[in-house]
């Protein structure tokens, strides 16, 4: 059975920094597209940064600069480092796995989910 547990999550004022951590477990995950997903208050889940097996990683364009994702080898462990935390980057944020894929990175795209993690930054 496929799981996906974040941590990392917690309080921290504007400026600040985070790391979240994704473990992943239940199968293979070398080729697999690793991301991660935030969803604030009232809104939709969006996509913030991921890592595929053949074209790197990717970014939200409010986040570029400020966040970087990275994996172990086997892509058994996700992290999402945030500096330069702002106000707007509230939002409880998600691990996501999908087979390798050229596909957008769009939510419905993504099979397994972990069950989030809370980021709140205080201004």
């Known amino acids: 059975q496929v799981q996906l547990v974040e941590s990392g999550g917690g309080l921290v004022q504007a400026g600040g920094s985070l790391r979240l951590s994704c473990a992943a477990s239940?199968?293979?995950?070398?080729?697999?597209?690793m991301g991660w997903f935030r969803q604030a208050p009232g809104k939709e889940r969006e996509f913030v940064a991921a890592v595929n097996w053949r074209t790197g990683t990717a970014y939200l364009d409010s986040v570029k600069g400020r966040f970087t994702i990275s994996t172990d080898n086997a892509r058994k462990t996700v992290w999402l480092q945030m500096n330069g935390l702002r106000p707007e980057d509230t939002a409880v944020y998600y691990c996501a796995a999908r087979s390798g894929s050229t596909f957008p990175y769009v939510r419905t795209s993504f099979h397994y989910w972990g069950q989030g993690t809370q980021v709140t930054v205080s201004s």
């Open positions: 239940g199968r293979t995950f070398s080729n697999y597209d």
